[in-house]
């Protein structure tokens, strides 16, 4: 699922295992980079394809700020706070560039590619600023930097998808890991900037995320989550040269991810309701190995305001989806995205997204107050007109709902018992493992004296549960 409530630091850029050469031969790297990642999962994901090409120019990573020659900020413009945390967060880093001259920061993400050349007017001690699309060109524009020139690269692409290029986990728990599937939005929804800021969208070729899925299970991940701002419109079509030629769509790549091993879990986010189809569900239900969780943004429960967000469905249209997923995965869980307060929102409007989140049940929900973004048909066709106060109640009663709904949904597990992937240790305990079930759900238990080890199937009761937690035992 994309966790896009992520304004809040996530990635502190710390090494992964994949640094362990650079543990084991301080000399294997000369130089050293530090980044910090914000936003959705894809900005984690290509922090890791950034990581990459820098260890391929002789970078290593390190967690130490103190300790870096250069410093990476890889940012988010999806809400206005989102870009407030950059900014204060690029005053921590301009304090140690005042005591240190040379080393050199770099802005890299969505913010980057929506302020472009501004950025460096505006922050006067930021030397780098790349695009999500140029990352390849960081090499030489960190030579540029070097050389005391600012270097900026915000092109963005028709068709860079970074296929080949091999992502060195960061922070990871080897366990489960992001792959990414495409890139760009084409569906301007009225309020996003994402499709200003990645650009067109486009589809990894197919053979390459397979070969990056099966190289993660050898490695002994067992989870992959498959990424895109809308799976299910995921369409492959293999050049002339290749040995297949047949076009992929998202159901059939969900297919050969879940033929590379029955013991790798295969999840994905996200999808538009508008676009995902039957064949993804039949899908989903033949294969056990592909989670039945589904991550359906609503963003609003008012048919008139979906038409204003440009979203091209209605409340009743979304529910009907809704019902036929229950069908299809009965077990599924779903969870969404919510906008309060957008441009002209009634009271009645807010109530009816009360309503679709009362009959989708939602197991969890990402929730925001409407935050403009300049350059969006929202920005430029209507007035942000909510009061402040009225979006900030308006979101209170929902995540209120919200808070509701997790619980009574971890409540009709009580007495169920789940397959569950050990992730690994819980943060509150040592003797106690934390692992996900199918549905996404996160599933606290005692180690006991069981053999088990992350990485593991285990099958395990509930009986007990918080709002954002299941409590359970091993059973065997
Ligand atoms: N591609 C995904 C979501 C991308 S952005 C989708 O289509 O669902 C993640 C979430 O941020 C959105 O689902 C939306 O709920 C929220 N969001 C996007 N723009 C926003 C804005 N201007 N103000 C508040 N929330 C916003
Ligand atoms: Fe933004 Fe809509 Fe694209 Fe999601 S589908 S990234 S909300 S434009
Ligand atoms: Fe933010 Fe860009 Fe993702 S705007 S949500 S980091 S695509």
């Known amino acids: ?29 000369k130089r050293r980079f530090y980044i910090e990642s914000y936003g959705c999962q894809m900005n984690f994901a290509d922090s890791e394809i950034v990581a990459s090409v820098l260890n391929g120019e002789g970078f290593g990573a390190t967690r130490n700020l103190e300790e870096a020659d250069l410093i990476f900020i890889n940012t988010c413009s999806i809400r206005e706070k989102a870009e407030q945390t950059v900014r204060k967060r690029l005053t921590d880093f301009k304090k140690i560039k005042s005591r240190k001259p040379a080393l050199l920061i770099g802005v890299l993400g969505c913010m980057a590619e929506r ?9 006067k001690l930021v030397d780098i600023v790349v695009g999500p699309d140029a990352y390849r060109n960081l090499p030489s524009l960190v030579e540029e930097a ?41 569906n301007m929804c009225s309020f996003c900037v994402v499709p200003f800021t990645r650009g067109r969208e486009r589809s990894r070729d197919a053979g390459s995320i397979v070969q990056e899925c099966t190289d993660l299970f050898n490695q002994g991940y067992r989870e992959v989550t498959l990424l895109g701002q809308n799976v299910d419109s995921y369409y492959y079509l293999p050049s002339a040269e290749e040995e297949n030629t047949i076009p992929v769509t998202f159901a059939m790549l969900l297919e050969k991810v879940a033929a590379i091993s029955p013991l790798l879990r295969v999840r994905f986010s996200t999808s538009h309701p ?57 077990d599924c869980g779903i969870s969404s995205d919510i906008i309060a307060g957008f441009c002209t929102e009634t009271e009645e409007d807010h109530q009816e997204t009360l309503q679709v989140m009362e009959l989708s049940r939602y197991d969890m929900s990402y929730m925001f107050f409407y935050s403009e973004r300049p350059g969006t048909l929202a920005h430029r066709r209507y007035r942000d007109d909510v009061p402040e106060e009225i979006k900030k109640r308006r979101l209170a009663e929902i ?30 305990s040592e003797k106690d493992w934390m692992g996900r079930n199918s549905q996404n759900k996160v599933i606290v238990f005692p180690k006991e004296n069981h053999p088990y080890q992350k990485g593991d199937y285990v099958q395990v009761r509930v009986d007990d549960c918080t709002q954002a937690t299941l409590l359970g035992k091993i059973i065997l």
């Open 1 to 29: 699922m994309l966790e896009f409530a992520t304004e809040k630091l996530q990635d502190e850029g710390r090494q992964g295992e994949a640094f362990a050469p650079f543990e084991n031969d301080p000399n294997a790297y």
């Open 115 to 123: 302020l472009k050349a501004k950025f460096l007017e505006e922050e």
């Open 146 to 186: 070097e050389s005391g020139q600012k270097a900026v690269n915000v092109l963005l692409s028709r068709d860079e998808t970074y296929a080949d290029i091999s992502p060195v986990r960061l922070n990871s728990n080897g366990i489960t890991a992001y792959v990414s599937i495409m890139r760009g939005c084409n």
């Open 274 to 330: 508008k676009d995902i189809t039957d064949e993804v569900l039949h899908t989903m239900a033949r294969h056990e190995n592909i989670c039945n969780y589904i991550h359906l943004p609503v963003q609003s429960g008012s048919s008139r305001i979906l038409q204003l967000m440009n979203r091209t469905y209605t409340h009743e249209w979304y529910l009907g989806k809704v019902k036929r997923i229950r069908q299809i995965i009965p």
């Open 399 to 428: 995540v209120a709902l919200q808070n509701r709904l997790s619980l009574e949904s971890n409540q009709r597990d009580l007495g169920k018992s789940f397959r569950v992937l050990i992730e690994g240790d819980s943060k509150k």
